[in-house]
């Protein structure tokens, strides 16, 4: 099936059910986690819910986060225990149901002479934390032991180093994932789809959506979709929406989303051969940053500074940002001397932070709450801010507030029972995939694709050709991947797939662009999305001068 009959495919649920006498249970604006989780639990409650995402699903904040799936240790040193229980409750549900896709990472804490945090106090904090997950993860480590794992970090004043776990994932295979698991209990799910403006009806209540056709420069087709209840999951972006239910304008309305920029730089496993992550204080604000391994390279994050106002172009780190991980990375590991040439990629991603003061009273964004906070305006539902790792608990409360539209029975929602039969609390599938390909893959490359894929892992395997599960380059990533995501995943565009789909343009040289990697790529594009040599070059163009621009490095 090629692009366009794909596209054509992706679109027919608006032309079946587009006018009032037949609305939506639910649309969902945002195809990013928290607008995927909602899609997931609505629809297993036997909703009527569309999804649609103005760019590429996970295009915005979904993409470029940490990759982390932890409880927050910070919440605990400020009393927030409940924040903290959640969380790590979360990580452990996704830890079971996900392995492969979630997977545990050790963290160390090295402790110096004179410097915060000194053992005890952290010590202390882990135990706590391990309580609130049911398991003893801690460790701690005297010097000489560590430092015979571990002898790239400093050494001067050293006295030990601290040993806890949390989690890692790669975050837009997590939406793919949770999109799949909607898609399989009745949702639609659409990208390139953007909610141009709201519908409403004669008492200014919010009814739908005019949704335009972002896919082509070109492209002027319009959708007038209605539905009983709009949710915008837009993340940063959530106040736009807002202004416009509530029929007020920047002037008028009091924003409280701050967008808070984190950045990130990756560099190869020789330049910085690490086996777990280390979290430190910077040397120089005494922020929290660290280092972890990621899709066999080393990631050195993160940044926390308030971005402007936000428009729909992407988001970019800046020169003074790479200085700044530099920095706190080669104070850490004092013989690594990583400089610029290093850098493989980059990525910035913009968080949703709730504000709790006005201009003139904020706080730094580091210590702003990552909590939720949901809406309701005329009919329209928003919400914002939260933790990747708690998609689920925030689609709950999202849903909750979906009660005051929908005449939702509140059991299908506290007890998880629809018509008194039970419905099962699992986010993910658990499938066995039958197709014989599987038993001759290597059992971490298994666990894998079985993470990343669930349900769906067949139709990958079935899809594959002959020389298609070999691995690429040195990536974690087979070719099998690539040709299903071009196949089965709404990919729109080259950086749909090289930067989330895969993340083969965060991982590779040149953003993948090399001709061992790129002619190939090319083959299996003209072959599942029926590019044809123009149109190779187009997307060629246009994701090479993305990617300079907005994951590589910028001007010193």
């Known amino acids: 099936m090629n692009q366009n009959n794909q596209r054509q495919q992706a679109l027919t649920p608006l032309s079946r059910r587009s006018s009032q006498v037949e609305p939506w249970d639910i649309l969902i604006i945002g195809g990013g986690i928290t607008g995927a989780g909602i899609a997931r639990e609505a629809a297993r409650r036997g909703l009527a819910v569309l999804l649609i995402e103005q760019k590429d699903f996970a295009w915005g904040t979904s993409s470029r986060s940490s990759k982390m799936v932890h409880g927050g240790l910070r919440y605990i040193a400020s009393g927030d225990y409940k924040t903290t229980l959640l969380s790590v409750r979360e990580r452990e549900r996704m830890l079971g149901e996900a392995g492969g896709l979630v997977n545990e990472m050790h963290f160390v804490m090295p402790h110096y002479k004179g410097k915060f945090p000194p053992p005890w106090i952290f010590n202390t904090l882990l135990r706590v934390y391990d309580k609130l997950a049911g398991k003893r993860y801690f460790k701690y480590f005297k010097k000489d032991t560590f430092l015979s794992l571990n002898p790239g970090i400093k050494q001067d004043k050293f006295l030990g180093a601290s040993q806890f776990s949390d989690a890692v994932t790669d975050d837009s295979r997590l ?62 972006w959530a106040d736009t929406l ?32 690490i086996k777990q992550a280390y979290t430190f204080l910077h040397p120089v604000d005494k922020r929290a940053v660290f280092v972890f391994p990621w899709e066999n390279r080393s990631v050195l994050g993160t940044t926390d500074l308030d971005h402007p106002p936000l428009d729909d172009n992407e988001v970019g780190i800046t020169s003074e940002e790479v200085d700044y991980l530099l920095t706190a990375t080669n104070d850490l590991f004092d013989d690594a001397n990583l400089n610029r040439e290093d850098v493989i990629s ?81 986010v993910f599938s658990q499938q066995i995939p039958t197709n014989p390909k599987f038993a001759t893959l290597p059992k971490p490359l298994q666990q894998r694709l079985q993470g990343f894929y ?75 999305l029926g590019w044809d040599e123009q149109k190779w070059q187009q997307e060629v163009d246009r994701y090479t001068d993305l990617w300079q621009r907005y994951y590589h490095l910028p001007a010193a």
């Open 454 to 528: 669930g349900r769906q892992l067949d139709t990958l395997l079935e899809l594959a050709h002959k020389d298609d599960l070999a691995y690429i380059a040195d990536s974690n990533t087979i070719w099998a991947e690539v040709r299903f995501a071009a196949c089965h995943e709404q990919v729109i565009h080259l950086d749909d797939l090289l930067l989330r789909r895969t993340r083969l343009g965060l991982i590779l040289p040149h953003g993948a662009m090399t001709p061992s990697v790129s002619d190939r790529l090319k083959k299996v594009c003209q072959q599942e």
């Open 175 to 236: 939406v793919m994932r949770v999109l799949d698991e909607a898609i399989n209990d009745g949702a639609h799910v659409i990208n390139y789809l953007k909610a141009d403006s709201l519908i409403t009806n004669e008492q200014d209540l919010v009814v739908g959506a005019t949704l335009k056709d972002t896919s082509a420069e070109d492209s002027n087709n319009t959708y007038n979709v209605h539905a009983k209840v709009v949710v915008s999951a837009t993340g940063a």
């Open 242 to 273: 807002r202004m416009q239910a509530t029929n007020q304008t920047e002037q008028t309305f009091h924003k409280q989303i701050r967008p808070s920029r984190g950045s990130h730089l990756v560099v190869s496993q020789q330049r910085l051969p």
């Open 346 to 426: 980059t990525w910035a991603g913009v968080r949703p932070l709730i504000s709790e003061g006005g201009d003139g009273k904020r706080v730094s964004p580091s210590k702003e709450k990552r909590d939720h906070s949901v809406w309701l305006d005329n009919n329209l539902v928003t919400v914002s801010g939260g933790k990747l790792t708690t998609f689920r608990l925030i689609a709950l409360d999202v849903l909750k507030t979906c009660q005051k539209v929908l005449a939702l029975d509140p059991a299908a929602i506290e007890d998880r029972k629809i018509n008194n039969d039970k419905i099962s609390d699992k």
